[in-house]
Each structure stands twice: as structure tokens, then as C-alpha cells.
């Protein structure tokens, strides 16, 4: 949240801005602990709303005819409406794939060279399901396609488990935040690490021997949203602010600020060009037919995921 947004939202509004900064797995043990109260808005990613919704009830259907529609991308919105049940409208879109210092590993292109021995002790990488999800697409399979059917989804989990603690001597280390994703390239130490493409073209302005890459096997598309808890005491505020992030000229001030692309529809008219550039050199329409978009994630699969995570964590702390 850049604070010239925040500074301007609430001299135009009134509304005092209080932000609680988080990820999907702790919005979502913290709104089952109030039962959705506690807060106005939150912004998990597109992918993790349906099921909380439906089982937990933490959010609320939107009232979309108080939503400037005009301002989302038509695409993008509709996507998100389908994916999160009508819980949700997209505020940002991006993709997770490789940082790759070129000088020391100018070879290295997918998701196996997370793997490759070629690279030892200059690995990295979150101990998260994208992780799980990028290193089955290089072993052959397409996961989505198996979300319907947990047995097979659980042999598929646990072979690539296996894999990565196979493996676990080389990696260097797990970084668990953007700060420790971008000190470990920069310390030199890491030549190949997961990543999210903002962080990727941030640094290589920084270094242009380090870049963000789109794996050869598919980069993951996320999408992060506005959904409102369902016990908000403000529901009006926040829906004041959602039509006030997606207005372009805002929007934009969000893009230049996090390198992240935005839902908003025009927000390219007020993008730095330098933005337009990062995106361009690392997607080639090839690469963008390729990544492979979440949808919406079973409670079996998820459950699946976190014990192989945690297995593959204490195995990894030996």
C-alpha cells in the first residue's frame, strides 16, 4: 500500500486507514478466529476464497452494483467471479517463477533447475505450494487437471516431495518474505530462486545479470483481490476504497511503486514505460499462452499440500 494512496484515500473519504499486512494462510486462521469480524476488507488470493467462504463463512457476497465496474479489466473480473463464487473482484495480477542471476547460471530456464545439481549450494526457494505446483509441471504433469480427483492428486504430491528432500543438499536456503527473495540474490549466494515477477524486474535494475524468468514448462498466475469479511463494520468504506484502488490514475500509482500489473481497466495510459518494458522482455506471447492460472483450491488438495510441506520442512531442518 504505497502511503501516497493511503495519505490520498483518506483526505478524500475521512476514513482513517489501518493495515494489517499478512499472507492467504494467516487472513484465514485470523477471520476463522472472529468469524469474519475484526476487519473491513482483506485481499486473499483469488484461489483461496470459495471454500473458506462456503465453510467457514468469513465472507460476504459482494454487491457488485456498488462496484465501479468499469474500472476492472472485463476479463479479469469475470474470471475472478467465477473463481471466488462472488466473493471477490481482482485488485492485482502477477506470476511466480524464477530469479536467475544469468552471470552464474545463464543455462538455467524451468522449474527442474530447482533440482539440478549443476547448481548447488546457489538454490532458493519458499516453502510454499507454488513451489509443489512449478516443480510438477516440470516433472510431466498438469496438476489443476487433477484437483477433482485427490488419490491421484496425493501421488503426484508425494513424489514430488520425495524429490525435493532428495535433493535438499542443494539448496542454500528458504527464504519466507520479498525481503529475504530479493537479499539472497543480491548476497551473490543464490543463482536460482522462486520468485514473483516484480520482485525479479525490481533487481534487475538493480544488477542486469539478475532478471525474472518465466520457466520453460509454464510460469503460475495468481491473482490477489478485495473481499469483504462477513462481519466488516464497514461496508460502506469499503467498498469506497476497492472504487478507489481500480480508479486508473490510482491504480497506476500502485503498478510504478510495486512492479506488479493491476485490474484496472486504462491503467496503462499512466504506467512508467520502463513497467511496460519489464513485462515485454520477459514474456513472449509463447510464454503467455503458457502459465497456468490457479483456480479455485479443493480443501482436499490444500490439505494434501500442507502435510507434504511439513514434511518436507522437517526434513530439511535435519
Known sequence: ???????????????????????????????????????????????????????????????????????????LLKATKEISGGYAVPYCFGTTGLIINKAKAPEANDWSDLYNPKYKGHIAYRLKRPLLIGVAYSMGYDPFKLYNNPKEYKKMIDKIANKLIETKNLVYGYWTSGDTQKEFVRSGKIWVETGWDGIGWNLHKENKNIDFVAPKSGALGWVDTFAIP?????????????????????????????????????????????????????????????????????????????????????????
Open 1 to 75: 500500500m504505497p502511503i501516497e494512496l493511503q495519505k490520498k484515500f483518506e483526505k478524500q473519504t475521512g476514513i482513517k486507514l489501518k493495515i494489517t499486512y499478512s499472507n492467504n494462510e494467516e487472513m484465514l486462521a485470523k477471520l476463522r478466529a472472529t468469524h469474519g469480524g475484526g476487519f473491513d476488507l482483506a485481499q486473499p488470493s483469488a484461489d483461496r476464497i470459495l471454500f473458506a467462504a462456503k465453510k467457514y463463512h468469513i465472507y460476504k457476497p459482494l454487491d457488485y452494483s456498488k462496484i465501479k465496474t468499469e474500472y476492472f479489466k472485463p476479463s
Open 230 to 318: 462477513r462481519r466488516s463494520k464497514n461496508v460502506e468504506g469499503a467498498y469506497k476504497f476497492i472504487n478507489f484502488m481500480l480508479k486508473p490514475e490510482n491504480a497506476a500509482v500502485f503498478v510504478n511503486h510495486e512492479k506488479y500489473q493491476s485490474a484496472s481497466n486504462g491503467v496503462e495510459k499512466y504506467v512508467d514505460e520502463a513497467i511496460k518494458a519489464d513485462w515485454r522482455r520477459t514474456f513472449s506471447k509463447e510464454d503467455l499462452e503458457k502459465v497456468h492460472w490457479y483456480p479455485a483450491l479443493p480443501a482436499a488438495c490444500e490439505k494434501i499440500e500442507a502435510k507434504a510441506l511439513e514434511r518436507i520442512k522437517a526434513a530439511a531442518s535435519k
